[in-house]
């Protein structure tokens, strides 16, 4: 047995498989872990003979999750967007905050001014807020560089993430995000010369997970999307997509055709959207922070996503504009005030339903084989970590097996 080996005991465990019950729940378990992985998992009383001379590391009775997963970030960026929002309360409009350089116009000039130094620095302090959270798996987006140099730089300090914190990062090529300013009333020029050039460009140099785009009415036609989509297939790239946020323009049965790992925000999806989805196994990925920042009232069709059995993933959104938020239990929180999911829904939803928004099959769960990324919890039920506002229960984070 690996000297990194250890026994986790006197712990309830949430292990997010299913079908296996409310939670996965297993009461008074026991977690061995050998390496960076789950080694076996039970009762503490059925632990088998072979683990018997191994360290035990006691955690008191406290509830042990998969480590959190936010599978939908924009966490690398310049600037902020503070100023602009104490106008927007003041009375100014959208257009009168954009015609004053504001909006996304100002996140992509202070991105690309930005050094890959400056966007590690200030991405660190959000990247902590989140791991203080028990996230261990953190997606990130480009798409405010908008030109080749800066998307390349957006998505090289993402991975570079990874060498500050203990932390696994995913990266999203999301240069069909918005056309810059020097391209406006040239999207298709926008897509040709410098979208899908930057896209071969950044696989090329390993930067790329998956590639993600905006189709809406203020950024991307789904015709474009699916010549981006196109240059995804050719490099053997996954695809996502932001759709149905703002408006209807049938992005989600678009992605979906694709096979597409999610479609996220999907407030005006319809039922052959859902229905498009759940045929393509693709995830809903419901993001709160934007509804609630935005002050929305259209809400996402979760009965519809139930019905359908189209599995529901959360993510906090962290951006500049619509979603200044570096909080997954918060994300939890207001998915079941705003949008009425269930607390059980909420976990699953950043945890075992995250990892498939990334196509990942080695975390969010608990069981064997899967990665030994957990969190550890001051509270006595799953239930908690949606219930409380403000409030951060975490007692430990362990990441591959490392505290």
């Not at 000039?109 to 930005?114: G, I, K």
């Not at 359908?308 to 959104?317: F, T």
């Amino acid at each position: 047995m690996s000297e990194n080996s250890r026994v986790f005991v006197d712990l309830n465990a949430a292990t997010m498989c299913h079908p296996s019950g409310p939670y996965g729940l297993i009461a008074d378990a026991a977690i061995v872990t050998k390496d960076c992985l789950i080694d076996w998992i039970g009762t503490q009383s059925d632990i088998p003979a072979i683990y018997g001379d191994l360290p035990r590391v006691s955690l008191g009775g406290r509830l042990v999750t998969p480590g959190l997963i936010d599978c939908h970030t924009h966490i690398v960026h310049g600037g902020d967007r503070a100023v602009e929002f104490e106008m927007r309360l003041n009375g100014a409009s959208y257009e009168e905050i954009a015609r004053t350089g504001g909006g996304i116009v100002s996140t992509v000039d202070a991105t690309r001014q930005a050094s890959l130094e400056d966007m590690i620095k200030t991405a660190l302090p959000r990247v902590d807020a989140l791991l203080a959270e028990g996230v261990t798996v953190l997606e990130v987006k480009s798409g405010y560089g908008l030109d080749q140099e800066t998307e390349l730089r957006m998505l090289s300090a993402a991975r570079a993430l990874e060498q500050h914190r203990p932390i696994r990062i995913v990266t999203s090529f999301l240069g069909a995000h918005a056309v810059p300013a020097e391209f406006q009333g040239r999207a298709d020029t926008y897509i040709d010369d410098i979208c899908i050039p930057t896209l071969r460009a950044a696989h090329a140099e390993g930067l790329v997970d998956a590639v993600d785009g905006f189709c809406e009415g203020i950024a991307f036609t789904p015709a474009q999307i699916a010549r981006v989509f196109d240059a995804a297939r050719a490099l053997d790239l996954p695809v996502k997509l932001h759709a149905e946020q703002l408006s209807n323009l049938g992005g989600a049965k678009l992605a979906a055709s694709y096979g597409a790992l999610s479609v996220d925000h999907i407030e005006h999806l319809d039922d052959d959207g859902v229905a498009a989805m759940a045929q393509a196994g693709t995830i809903a990925v419901i993001l709160p922070g934007a509804f609630y920042t935005l002050r929305e009232t259209q809400i996402p069709p979760i009965a519809a996503l139930r019905k359908k059995n189209v599995p529901m993933s959360l993510a906090s959104d962290c951006n500049p504009g619509s979603s200044p938020m570096t909080s997954l239990l918060l994300t939890m929180n207001m998915a079941c005030t705003l949008f009425l999911m269930t607390p059980q829904e909420a976990l699953a939803g950043v945890t075992r339903h995250a990892a498939a928004a990334l196509g990942l099959n080695d975390c969010g769960q608990l069981k064997a084989g899967k990665r030994a990324d957990m969190a550890v919890w001051n509270v006595k039920h799953p239930a908690e970590l949606a219930y409380r506002i403000g409030f951060n229960p975490l007692h430990s984070r362990i990441f591959g097996g490392q505290s």
